[in-house]
């Protein structure tokens, strides 16, 4: 709570240090023949990742010519694997092992994805040695990019940002749609999975009831009676999706859930998003797999807390997202002792978002 309450002036402070260095410094034009490589920075999650798509396509049809490379993290580089806008990917290592992998390919473009206040992003596309930098500016980080960069506006989504930082390079704004590209021999394995199961013709939910943050999980117990209601109700399979680590909490909805459900928490990325494309509608929380599901153009309906709502809203059509506008909302915190947010959200309001998907999907 202390850190959260000096976050604030303590900006402030470096905004005013640092923005009179930012006027003097000169902005340049990007001149379309100068840019033959650009280097992407969006070495975070999955879901950032997911969004950042557009972006990649804007600068490709900009400058079709020019390599694209992503610097990407161990987690979330999967998502654009066989993505015919990304010429290369590089995996995060750390500043010393980014220096010396980047430095020497010479970039000619340097851009920031990331919508922060932090400076270090900021200042990776300065050590990058690129010419263009570009990014977000937020109290004073823009000191480091030479291209005149968009700040943050309120009510705006994430990808509508992404698209103003595309027409700060001279690309065109970004279409607000994500993409995922699986391969055949993905969509093939996924189909002899349905088939092990004996499950290809059957109706398929999916839920996916982890989060990066404890505040943004939704409670174990509904997503297990929800579970339950849509096999009641639909007769459809559901599956159960989610880590390693977090078997136990499936085991608990899958019992709550009771039969035709599946658990499946031992999946690489790629495998879940190829079992995922072959269901109907997701439920989940506000989490990667959200945004995975509409980059793939299955319906979803998800429970939001914390979190921006118009910020991290997903993208497409047959989105659903439920919230309650608390007082305290959005707070933004990864824990929660109250969770109010989440706690009001209940099956019954989540079941007519279901059912609403539902009828529109056997409509």
């Given at each position: 709570?202390?850190?959260?309450?000096?976050?604030?002036?303590?900006?402030?402070?470096?905004?005013?240090?640092?923005?009179?260095?930012?006027?003097?410094?000169?902005?340049?034009?990007?001149?379309?023949?100068?840019?033959?490589?650009?280097?992407?920075?969006?070495?975070?999650?999955?879901?950032?990742?997911?969004?950042?798509?557009?972006?990649?396509?804007?600068?490709?049809?900009?400058?079709?010519?020019?390599?694209?490379?992503?610097?990407?993290?161990?987690?979330?580089?999967?998502?654009?694997?066989?993505?015919?806008?990304?010429?290369?990917?590089?995996?995060?290592?750390?500043?010393?092992?980014?220096?010396?992998?980047?430095?020497?390919?010479?970039?000619?473009?340097?851009?920031?994805?990331?919508?922060?206040?932090?400076?270090?992003?900021?200042?990776?596309?300065?050590?990058?040695?690129?010419?263009?930098?570009?990014?977000?500016?937020?109290?004073?980080?823009?000191?480091?990019?030479?291209?005149?960069?968009?700040?943050?506006?309120?009510?705006?989504?994430?990808?509508?940002?992404?698209?103003?930082?595309?027409?700060?390079?001279?690309?065109?704004?970004?279409?607000?749609?994500?993409?995922?590209?699986?391969?055949?021999?993905?969509?093939?394995?996924?189909?002899?999975?349905?088939?092990?199961?004996?499950?290809?013709?059957?109706?398929?939910?999916?839920?996916?009831?982890g989060a990066f943050y404890p505040s943004q999980r939704w409670?174990?117990?509904?997503?297990?009676?929800?579970?339950?209601?849509?096999?009641?109700?639909?007769?459809?399979?559901?599956?159960?999706?989610?880590?390693?680590?977090?078997?136990?909490?499936?085991?608990?909805?899958?019992?709550?859930?009771?039969?035709?459900?599946?658990?499946?928490?031992?999946?690489?990325?790629?495998?879940?998003?190829?079992?995922?494309?072959?269901?109907?509608?997701?439920?989940?929380?506000?989490?990667?797999?959200?945004?995975?599901?509409?980059?793939?153009?299955?319906?979803?309906?998800?429970?939001?807390?914390?979190?921006?709502?118009?910020?991290?809203?997903?993208?497409?059509?047959?989105?659903?997202?439920?919230?309650?506008?608390?007082?305290?909302?959005?707070?933004?915190?990864?824990?929660?002792?109250?969770?109010?947010?989440?706690?009001?959200?209940?099956?019954?309001?989540?079941?007519?978002?279901?059912?609403?998907?539902?009828?529109?999907?056997?409509?």
């Open positions: 709570m202390f850190k959260t309450l000096l976050k604030k002036p303590c900006l402030i402070i470096r905004r005013i240090v640092l923005c009179p260095a930012g006027l003097f410094s000169r902005k340049r034009t990007v001149k379309n023949r100068d840019v033959k490589k650009i280097l992407f920075l969006r070495h975070d999650r999955v879901g950032d990742m997911v969004l950042s798509t557009p972006v990649f396509r804007a600068f490709k049809e900009k400058y079709p010519d020019a390599a694209i490379t992503v610097l990407a993290s161990e987690q979330n580089h999967e998502i654009i694997t066989n993505n015919p806008n990304v010429d290369e990917i590089l995996l995060y290592k750390g500043i010393r092992h980014f220096l010396h992998e980047v430095r020497t390919k010479k970039f000619d473009m340097a851009v920031d994805l990331f919508l922060t206040h932090d400076m270090k992003q900021a200042f990776m596309t300065f050590l990058s040695g690129a010419p263009y930098r570009l990014g977000f500016k937020d109290s004073g980080r823009e000191i480091f990019f030479s291209v005149r960069s968009p700040a943050a506006q309120p009510q705006k989504r994430m990808v509508e940002h992404l698209s103003d930082l595309a027409q700060a390079a001279g690309a065109g704004a970004a279409d607000s749609a994500p993409e995922i590209f699986l391969s055949k021999q993905e969509k093939a394995w996924a189909q002899s999975e349905l088939s092990r199961m004996e499950l290809e013709e059957a109706m398929i939910i999916a839920l996916h009831p409670p174990a117990e509904r997503f297990g009676e929800s579970a339950r209601q849509i096999i009641e109700s639909y007769g459809a399979a559901v599956f159960i999706f989610g880590g390693k680590h977090e078997s136990h909490l499936l085991e608990k909805i899958q019992h709550a859930a009771g039969v035709r459900s599946h658990i499946f928490c031992d999946l690489s990325l790629r495998q879940f998003m190829a079992l995922l494309n072959c269901c109907r509608l997701l439920v989940c929380n506000n989490s990667g797999p959200l945004h995975i599901a509409s980059a793939l153009k299955i319906p979803t309906v998800s429970m939001t807390g914390p979190t921006v709502v118009p910020l991290w809203l997903p993208q497409g059509k047959n989105q659903i997202a439920v919230n309650k506008a608390l007082h305290c909302s959005p707070c933004n915190r990864a824990e929660c002792s109250d969770h109010s947010c989440m706690e009001q959200i209940t099956v019954s309001e989540v079941m007519t978002e279901v059912n609403r998907q539902c009828e529109a999907l056997n409509g």
